[in-house]
């Protein structure tokens, strides 16, 4: 839609303004009032390009802060790219922006903008706020439109209980460009994002999760970066198409019940010329220092956090994705290196902070500002960390000294979890106190269980291949893994091709293993996730109170011997107490006694051993009573068959 604009308060300096330049200001006084302090939240709406129609023409608005620029110019095919066509108009009041109409200019126009540094430097840029870039290796803006006919109210009205922290929320991680592909021997075609559409969002759905988080689909020039490394923060790539097309995506997800999570990459940026490095040919984006500018590990820049504008530049595009894209939730990537000074840099190689510690301050107060002022406003989403280290608070509130995220990831979980499901079962006994430590801390944050992407590349091979023992066994272990990543205390987060067992590396050049699905095994363990999704889902005992210490209790504990495992979990209600069972040796525990503190009958209600999901059919198919005989410390006992490398999840009857 066009957008009559406010007289420019552009005036000119001694550097040559052509006569291609009309001037024109989207900005207020107030506006740069804001982005000078770095409280300005929704710059999209004022940098970059924008169609407009001024005194009578219809044209393309263009704004873009070089603060130590000499001249800047937009270039593009309306111009034939000539650096001296469209001088923008800088700002008098040293805001260092530079501003202007380009009459004529419509939307699917290319441009890039030429920065000549006060050191007679020529930069060709993109547009740090364009919504569509070129199809990589080109590497122009794109002028586009977001103007989109939404049909997901209803969802967006019911958004707050499928984002409650009371809710449950079963997460798939997917990387778009490798779940399908429509070419298995040309790794540079790729499905359209409608085509995508097509098959994820029903698969998805179908599978019973609750959100679908999307590996980072932020424009990045490198497939092998897998998304991390950004140069259009502002727009959806076009790998898969337009912003339009990814609208619509977002649209069908919610139409179909499911939540969208987008992965975000706030902590630094490629080299790439076109992007955001060196951005007027000085330190803009980026510290000069770089103790805290560069980042040894990605070979890559650091944001700024202790400029405000650039602080500005971060929150808005964190807004930007929630307000014109619907999204539930971001997934902030290696907040760890955000807020330490010294991460990944040994002695001598850091500055510590004005206290003397290694705790990035500014980038803190980052944090902080921006998860205070989206929760205000968008106060039915989730902003999760993937934080890494014991920092405290990660997702505690920003007035009680926390960094104010809604949740954490729980590496510590996953660490221990998959060292315990690697080791041999008949050494497990040696690592069950590692294994059960997670509870000790399980409350401190409110933890997210991430089965991510990380832990199948690098030489780590698949979950499945992971597993100890025969094929059998690796099956068997992993249902079990599972039920216990599904039945602890947390919300849950799995990769793609983790349902079905994927027997190799994820491979970003390819599609997952699908054909596997032709094989009992792998089908069966598909069905198992599918059945532990609606176990999480439709049981309170598992998601109310999943972020409290009264929501999990430990049954039995000590058994190293025979290295079986079991808990209780609570919700609200005493009706919906869950009782989990975990055998974690290849030995069937026949007639294995439990000890409780109430009476009752219980029944199974999910059987990791069942024959439907590749197991050997050891369980219990009738009610289990209890009997009044003091066992373990309780005055109740309840006799039940384990089965072997297996899990049960029982549930008292009315």
């Not at 409650?164 to 778009?176: A, K």
């Not at 890559?300 to 999204?327: C, G, P, Q």
């Not at 994820?506 to 599609?511: F, I, L, S, T, V």
Request: no cysteine; glycine share 8%.
């Amino acid at each position: 839609m066009a957008s009559k604009g406010k007289k420019s308060n552009s005036k000119q300096t001694s550097e040559p303004v052509s006569s291609g330049i009309i001037p024109f200001s989207r900005f207020t006084e107030f506006d740069i009032a804001l982005f000078g302090e770095g409280r300005h939240y929704r710059l999209y709406e004022k940098f970059g390009a924008h169609t407009v129609t001024h005194e009578g023409l219809a044209g393309t608005s263009f704004a873009v802060w070089a603060p130590n620029a000499k001249s800047v110019s937009v270039v593009g095919d309306f111009n034939d790219w000539n650096p001296k066509s469209h001088v923008l108009l800088p700002r008098w009041d040293r805001s260092g922006i530079w501003e202007g109409m380009v009459a004529g200019v419509g939307l699917g126009v290319k441009y890039k903008y030429f920065i000549l540094s006060t050191t007679g430097e020529q930069i060709y840029k993109g547009d740090p706020y364009a919504n569509e870039w070129e199809l990589r290796p080109k590497t122009a803006s794109v002028t586009t439109t977001l103007e989109y006919k939404w049909k997901d109210k209803k969802w967006m009205k019911d958004r707050y209980k499928k984002n409650s922290l009371q809710s449950p929320m079963s997460v798939y991680e997917v990387h778009l460009g490798s779940w399908r592909r429509p070419d298995l021997n040309n790794h540079e075609v790729f499905y359209s994002y409608q085509e995508i559409t097509e098959m994820l969002v029903p698969y998805v759905a179908g599978m019973g999760f609750t959100h679908v988080e999307l590996m980072p689909i932020m424009e990045h020039p490198f497939d092998g970066s897998w998304g991390y490394q950004i140069t259009g923060y502002f727009a959806p790539t076009s790998r898969y198409g337009s912003p339009i097309a990814f609208m619509a995506m977002v649209d069908a997800f919610h139409q179909a019940g499911v939540g969208v999570i987008l992965d975000w990459v706030p902590s630094h940026f490629p080299y790439d010329e076109h992007g955001l490095y060196r951005f007027d040919g000085s330190y803009v984006y980026e510290s000069e220092d770089l103790r805290k500018g560069y980042h040894p590990d990605w070979n890559s820049y650091i944001f700024n956090y202790a400029r405000n504008e650039v602080k500005a530049f971060l929150t808005s595009n964190a807004v930007f994705w929630l307000d014109k894209f619907h999204i539930d939730g971001l997934r902030v990537d290696a907040v760890a290196s955000v807020i330490h000074l010294n991460y990944s840099r040994p002695a001598g190689t850091w500055e510590p902070n004005v206290h003397g510690g290694p705790e990035n301050l500014e980038a803190i107060t980052f944090l902080q500002d921006m998860n205070t002022y989206i929760y205000d406003q968008f106060p039915d989403v989730q902003m999760i960390a993937e934080e890494s280290t014991s920092f405290y608070g990660v997702s505690r509130p920003v007035f009680s000294g926390g960094l104010g995220f809604g949740q954490k990831w729980m590496m510590g979980w996953m660490n221990d979890t998959l060292r315990y499901f690697k080791t041999d079962p008949l050494y497990r006994k040696v690592l069950q106190d590692q294994f059960s430590f997670s509870i000790a801390y399980a409350f401190s944050e409110n933890f997210m269980l991430p089965l991510s992407h990380d832990e199948v590349v690098h030489g780590k091979s698949s979950l499945l291949y992971k597993m100890p023992g025969d094929d059998w066994q690796k099956f068997a272990n992993l249902r079990t893994m599972y039920t216990y990543m599904f039945t602890h205390p947390g919300t849950k987060l799995l990769f793609m091709g983790g349902e079905f067992g994927q027997t190799g590396e994820w491979d970003y050049k390819a599609e997952l293993y699908w054909n596997l699905l032709q094989y009992a095994p792998h089908e069966g363990l598909q069905h198992y996730v599918k059945a532990l999704n609606q176990l999480y889902t439709t049981h309170p005992g598992l998601y109310e109170k999943q972020f409290e210490f009264e929501g999990f209790e430990w049954v039995n504990i000590h058994d190293y011997d025979n290295s079986v495992i079991a808990y209780a979990r609570h919700g609200k209600m005493e009706k919906d107490q869950l009782l989990i069972v975990l055998n974690m040796t290849p030995v069937p525990r026949l007639q294995y006694p439990l000890g409780l503190r109430e009476e009752g009958t219980w029944e199974v209600v999910l059987n990791s051993d069942d024959n439907m999901y590749g197991g050997s059919g050891v369980g219990n198919t009738a009610p289990i009573k209890t009997e009044a005989a003091f066992y373990n410390g309780q005055p109740f006992k309840l006799t039940l068959d384990a089965p072997p490398l297996g899990a049960l999840v029982l549930k008292k009857k009315k």
